[in-house]
């Protein structure tokens, strides 16, 4: 007894340590400003097929590029075999061809969904407990209830929705009523005024479900979580286009494998207008989103590198802050040539010059904010800050309302090749800054720093970004369709036409939320329906609940849950006593299958309906067989552990990355002495196509040296693994011994299969 209540005094002091270990923050999430931005967006990820977008705010639909902030008030369509891919904080959302997608809500705490039609995958890794997910249908509103795999088709005529739960738990409610929908159960919603339900046993994937679960298993095994929060969205990408290494002072640095002469960060994309953040940079890498909206980059012998946000703590304390989300991490240059001269006055500016902050520079938001609110985002995405300098800028910049910051010298303000430029047309209209530089004189560099902002007025291009008039689009239904909430949602955004009419009295600072709801229209949401008050309701037809109460009655034998009707005459398949089917009611949808969803959706072919029945076959006949086999047959056998072999083979591991790092980081200082060496060699050379001759000629030199390097650890790899595999013991049943194990293990005649 006594010693019991040691350790349990002892487990005790080790929490309590580890609690103190946490780092605490002296605000929460909850301690920010009503007129402050969402501390969140969703990132366009992912597209495939033809996928057109139409900005809050506009009517205008054009081509989605990727890494495209998505918030509040955007709509996404995607046409026959078209596909997307949204992220936000630790959820997923994926769309199915000929789907309407919008976002009715999102801020720091609410994720409210609009679908019109099509299909969409919802994945969901993390919710905290005042966070929710909301998807709402033309005929009910779904609640996501617990982390889990979500997925929401409408049909095309709006009039049913069918709702598949894996690995979680939701609830539907309409028409009055509210229905749970458990892990591994389908459910078919059809009616408006009155929802008929009908809930079954979770049936089979088809494409759309292997291809999300792909994108899942991608997004689990990245190993740059290791490295930054989990809370940065795009972290996963980062994996295939650069390496980590450990820089004394910053910690673990990620650094991009990237070829192209001069790079430098928020240079390869273009600016675009989102509300309420103002201008946002749209990055063209195809990693382009976390490095440029979360922490903070540096140059290390002289490559530029990115320091992330540090990772998610494991016992989250209440004064946690989530990293939060800047429309980008840069100063402006002032003066009279750059940045706020543009419409404060006087000349008119030259153009718009920025570079990237680093790990000691507080971020100045251009947009409308709090102090708690600039605390929250330069706390939370950078180490290497004080609160103290924190509240000194911001009463410099936002209480002193300075212009120009000549005080403050910058990390990255002098660096070589660390400043963009580009003319106020190219800004203002969304084309790409780094085939419309120019030049900017370090005296300008040297006058000052514009913190907040330029000032330019956005047009109708700068919302729309770099996407094309797009091909497709949705009909009118898509826009018009009402779909049914169950949280009301915030009023729609604010028509651009206006909020220009009020950026341009603002002399081209975003207005702020507060002002954005003076100009709202009175009506809330015309095409969202409030459900009316609901009462729980048990599906009619719950094939699990029928499944329990045949559990329970005596002298009685279940059959397998996925029972091959064509099996049924074989004995070996065949139990004792078969209970008969449940019934279905007439007046009800039937039972929900992959066909039930084709044929409310014509445009699938049959030759998928074949398939799709085949897949059913073989799945139940497998099912059939394990669940037919002896408890003993199904054991698995695990080989013994080793922990001295497997901190060994870690140990070899970790040392073979750091010397991979050392190589690269060799070859990566060869590359900037050879980049230096063609910039200085461009510019004694009159003859612009040798210059670019031998430009192209050090780009493929650099990737092939690259490429070999990548061969090279790939076999390093091969063989530390093999080498590694013949040091593994072999699995042996824990019950025999081993030479019982090896008899056991030939095979005999009277196992050979039936000659067919």
């Not at 076999?715 to 699995?731: C, I, T």
Request: charged residues 25%.
């Amino acid at each position: 007894m006594f010693s019991r209540l040691t350790k349990s005094l002892g487990f005790l002091a080790i929490v309590l340590a580890a609690t103190l270990a946490i780092p605490q923050l002296t605000f929460a999430q909850d301690d920010r400003d009503d007129d402050d931005p969402p501390s969140r967006a969703a990132r366009l990820s992912y597209t495939g097929g033809a996928v057109s977008f139409e900005p809050a705010g506009t009517d205008d639909w054009v081509t989605i590029v990727n890494n495209r902030p998505i918030t509040t008030g955007d709509k996404l369509w995607t046409d026959r075999d078209g596909r997307a891919e949204l992220r936000f904080s630790s959820t997923a959302v994926r769309l199915g061809g000929e789907t309407g997608f919008s976002f009715l809500n999102l801020d720091d705490r609410s994720a409210q969904i609009r679908i019109t039609e099509g299909t969409v995958n919802i994945r969901v890794k993390r919710l905290d407990e005042d966070e929710s997910i909301e998807v709402d249908t033309p005929n009910l509103a779904f609640t996501v209830l617990r982390p889990g795999t979500y997925r929401v088709t409408v049909n095309e005529a709006g009039d049913t929705t069918f709702v598949k739960v894996r690995g979680g738990d939701g609830e539907v409610t309409g028409g009055g009523s509210s229905y749970a929908v458990h892990s591994n159960q389908t459910g078919t919603f059809s009616g408006t005024d009155y929802l008929n339900a009908d809930v079954q046993n979770y049936y089979d994937d088809d494409d759309f479900d292997h291809w999300c679960g792909d994108r899942d298993r991608r997004w689990d095994r990245s190993t740059s979580s290791r490295y930054v929060s989990d809370d940065v969205v795009g972290y996963e990408d980062l994996d295939e286009y650069g390496g980590w290494r450990p820089v004394p002072e910053y910690g673990t640095v990620w650094f991009p494998h990237t070829t192209v002469v001069g790079w430098a960060p928020y240079r390869y994309g273009h600016w675009a207008y989102i509300a309420p953040w103002g201008w946002t940079w749209v990055d063209d890498a195809p990693w382009g989103f976390a490095p440029f909206h979360y922490g903070r980059w540096v140059v290390v012998r002289g490559v530029w590198g990115w320091v992330p946000v540090p990772p998610r703590p494991r016992y989250v304390t209440a004064g946690y802050v989530r990293p939060v989300y800047a429309p980008a991490m840069v100063a402006w240059v002032g003066g009279a040539h750059w940045g706020v001269g543009v419409a404060v006055g006087g000349a008119p500016a030259v153009g718009v010059a920025w570079f990237p902050l680093g790990p000691r520079d507080v971020y100045c938001p251009s947009y409308h904010v709090g102090p708690r609110y600039v605390e929250r985002v330069n706390v939370s995405n950078t180490t290497i800050i004080n609160r103290t300098q924190v509240t000194n800028v911001y009463n410099n910049v936002y209480v002193n309302k300075s212009v120009n910051v000549t005080n403050i010298t910058y990390q990255n303000q002098h660096v070589n090749n660390a400043v963009s430029a580009t003319s106020q047309a190219n800004f203002s209209s969304a084309q790409p800054v780094h085939s419309h530089m120019m030049r900017v004189d370090e005296r300008d560099i040297s006058a000052g720093v514009a913190p907040t902002g330029p000032s330019v007025v956005p047009q109708q291009r700068s919302v729309l970004g770099a996407g094309a008039e797009a091909r497709v689009r949705p009909t009118r239904q898509f826009s018009a369709r009402p779909v049914v909430a169950k949280t009301a949602p915030p009023p729609p955004p604010v028509p651009f036409t206006r909020q220009q009419q009020a950026i341009q009295a603002n002399g081209g600072r975003p207005i702020s939320v507060a002002q954005g709801r003076q100009m709202e229209p009175q009506n809330n949401r015309p095409n969202v329906r409030i459900a009316p008050p609901a009462r729980e309701v048990a599906p009619q037809n719950d094939r699990r609940n029928a499944v329990e109460d045949r559990r329970n009655q005596p002298n009685q034998t279940n059959p397998p849950a996925n029972v091959n009707p064509g099996n049924q005459g074989n004995p070996s398949n065949r139990p004792n006593q078969v209970n008969p089917p449940v019934q279905n009611n007439p007046n009800r949808p039937a039972t929900i299958t992959n066909d039930t969803i084709r044929q409310d959706n014509p445009r699938q072919s049959n030759g998928d309906r074949n398939n799709d029945r085949n897949n059913d076959r073989n799945n139940d006949r497998n099912n059939s067989r394990n669940n037919d086999r002896p408890p003993a047959a199904r054991q698995q056998v695990t080989p013994p552990v080793n922990p001295q072999l497997d901190q060994k083979h870690q140990q070899e591991l970790e040392n073979l990355r750091q010397q991979q790092d050392r190589e690269r980081q060799k070859v990566e200082q060869q590359q900037v002495q050879q980049q230096q060496k063609v910039q200085e060699q461009q510019n004694r050379q009159r003859d612009q196509q040798n210059a670019e001759r031998a430009q192209q000629q050090t780009q493929e030199r650099q990737q092939k040296q690259l490429q070999q390097l990548e061969q090279k650890h790939e076999v390093q790899q091969q063989k530390l693994e093999q080498k590694q595999q013949k040091e593994e013991p072999k699995p042996r049943s824990e019950n025999k011994p081993a030479k019982e194990q090896k008899n056991n293990d030939k095979p005999k005649n009277n196992d050979k299969p039936p000659h067919r």
